[in-house]
C-alpha cells in the first residue's frame, strides 16, 4: 500500500504531503490545480518500481538504473520538454523533490531535480525492494478503440500520446484470468456486463468488440461512455484490477451520464474492497455524493481519504481528511449554489 | 400542541415543547438586534423538553416573494445561527422577566440542531425544476455551522426528514 506521496517544488505544488487511506483516495479541485499531477507523480514511481526487477535484471534497486528508469517515466508520462520544466516555476534555480512512503518502508523512494535538469533525475533514497504489484493508470478517455497496433506503433515511432496509454494498452491486451479468481471476476463483471448489454472481445486481429445477443459490434460503433466501462471490464476479466495493486483514474466521471457515474461508483467501490488502493480525481459531485451514499448504506469498512485541492497566494496547498465534510470548501458545490441564486434572483 | 405562524406557514409543535418566535423577544428587539453592529435572528426557537433537544429553525418561503437580499442565502442562515447563540447567552445573564428564564430553559439542553425550513418558488423550469438542489443547500450549511450542528437539516413541507413538528 502507497502510504504518501510528498512533493516539494512540484508543478504547482510548493509543498504538498497526501497520506493515503488504504483502500480508496479522492482528489477534488478546479481546473489547473494539480489533481492529475498528482495521480502521475504517484503512478510513475510505483510503474518504476513495479517493472524494476525485471526491466533492470536485478532483483536489488540499483541507484544508477532508478536515475534513468525515473526521468524516462517522468519524460514519458508528463511530456515536459525537459525535466526541468516539472519544478515549479519561480524566480530563480528551484529544486523539487519527490517522495513516497510504503507499508513496507523498504520500498520506500525519494528523488529530486532541479529547474536546469535536461532528461535526468538525483535519487536520494534508494528503495531496498521494488514494489511487486503494478499500476494502472486509466486516462479521461477510452483507449479499446485505439488499441489494434497502437502499442507497437508507439514502441516504434515518436507519438505525442502519454506513456500511461501505451501501459493501460499493454494491460488491456492480457489474456483473461483462470482459475480460482474467476469466481470473484464474475461478480465484479455483472453490473458492468448489464449495463453494457454484453461481454467484452478481443479479436484475433487485435480490435476489440462489445458481443450483445444481438451479434458483436465493434468498439467505435459503442457509446462512448460504455467504451470506459468496456475497458474497465477488461482489466477487471484479465486480473489486472484484482485483489492487488493501484488503480489511478483521472475523471472516472467524464463522458458518463449519472447512471453510468452510479455504476462506476459502485465498481470504484467493489475493486478497492478487493484489495486494490483507487486513487480518484474528479470534479463530479454527483460522484462524489453516491460514493458517500455507498459507503454509508454498504461499504461500512472501506478506508477513504479525500483530498482538496486549492489555489493560494503561495501555489496550490491540499486539505485532507476521511470525508468530504472534512476538507471545507468545495469549489463545485459553491458554484452550482451560485448558479441557483442567480436563477431565483431573476425577474 | 402550539401553534406559530411564520409568514404564510403554520407550525404546528407537539405538547410539552416550548416554542417562541425569538426576533419578538423584548431582550433582542430592543436591546440585543442593535449590539456590535447589528445582530440578526433566527425564526423559531423550540425545546423539545422531554429529549432535552434545543432546535433553531430558519424559515424562507419563495413560494410567492422573490429573493432580493444580496448576501448569499447559506451564509445568511448561517450568520443568524451565530448571532442567535450569542443573543440566548446575553439573554441567560442580562434578560429580564420571560426572556431570561426562557433562555435559561433553552441553554440546559444537552443537543443543539439548526433546521432550515425552505420553501422554493413556483416557477417551471426544465433546467431548474428545484430553484435550489436542497442536498446542496445542505451540505453547504453543514460545511459553515459544522462546529454549531454537522448535522443540520434543510426541509419542506413536502420533505420534514422525520422532525417532530408539521407544517401546513
Known sequence: ?347 | MTTLQVGNLSFQFPDGWEVSQYDEWPFYKNRFKDTCGGNKAIDLLALDREDRTLWLIEVKDYRQYAREKEIELWDEIALKTRDTLAGLVAARFNGVNADRTQAQRALRAHRLRVVFHLEQPIKSSKLFPRAFDPANVQQKLRQLIRPIDPHALVIERNAMANVSWTVT
Open chain 1, 1 to 347: 500500500m502507497l502510504r504518501s506521496l510528498h512533493l516539494r517544488n512540484f508543478t504547482v505544488f510548493p509543498d504538498a504531503k497526501f497520506t493515503f487511506g488504504r483502500h480508496l483516495n479522492v482528489i477534488i479541485g478546479e481546473n489547473g490545480l494539480g489533481k492529475t499531477h498528482v495521480l502521475k507523480a504517484a503512478y510513475c514511481m510505483l510503474a518504476v518500481s513495479a517493472r524494476g526487477a525485471k526491466d533492470s535484471g536485478n532483483t536489488n534497486p540499483t541507484k544508477s538504473y532508478l536515475q534513468v528508469a525515473m526521468a524516462n517515466k517522468l519524460r514519458g508520462v508528463f511530456k515536459p520538454d525537459e525535466i526541468g520544466r516539472l519544478a515549479r516555476r519561480q524566480a530563480g534555480r528551484n529544486r523539487s523533490e519527490v517522495a513516497c512512503h510504503f507499508d513496507d518502508s523498504a520500498c520506500d523512494f525519494e528523488f529530486s531535480f532541479n529547474t536546469a535538469s535536461k532528461s535526468e533525475v538525483t535519487i536520494d533514497q534508494s528503495p531496498q525492494a521494488w514494489t511487486e504489484d503494478v499500476p494502472v493508470y486509466l486516462p479521461t478517455r477510452e483507449l479499446l478503440t485505439i488499441y489494434p497496433g497502437f502499442v507497437s506503433l508507439y514502441e516504434t515511432t515518436h507519438l505525442e500520446f502519454e506513456e500511461t496509454w501505451r501501459d493501460t494498452a499493454i494491460l488491456l491486451g492480457a489474456p483473461l484470468a483462470k482459475g480460482a479468481r474467476e469466481r470473484k471476476i464474475r461478480e465484479l463483471l455483472q453490473p458492468l456486463e448489464e449495463a453494457m448489454g454484453g461481454t467484452v472481445e478481443l479479436d484475433l486481429s487485435g480490435r476489440f468488440y462489445v458481443r450483445t445477443q444481438n451479434g458483436r459490434f465493434e468498439m467505435h460503433l459503442v457509446a462512448e461512455g460504455l467504451r470506459k466501462l468496456a475497458m474497465l471490464a477488461r482489466l477487471i476479466a484479465n486480473g489486472s484490477l484484482l485483489d492487488k495493486g493501484y488503480l489511478f483514474w483521472d475523471e472516472p466521471d467524464a463522458n458518463l451520464n449519472p447512471k453510468l457515474v452510479k455504476l462506476i461508483a459502485r465498481t470504484i467501490l467493489n475493486i478497492s474492497q478487493t484489495g486494490i488502493q483507487v486513487f480518484i480525481a474528479t470534479h463530479s459531485l454527483f460522484l462524489l455524493r453516491e460514493i458517500y451514499i455507498l459507503q454509508q448504506a454498504e461499504f461500512h469498512t472501506i478506508d477513504t481519504r479525500h483530498f482538496s485541492l486549492r489555489d493560494g497566494e503561495e501555489g496550490v496547498s491540499v486539505r485532507q481528511g476521511e470525508t468530504v465534510e472534512d476538507i471545507g470548501e468545495i469549489a463545485l458545490l459553491d458554484e452550482e449554489l451560485m448558479q441557483s441564486e442567480r436563477y431565483i434572483k431573476l425577474p
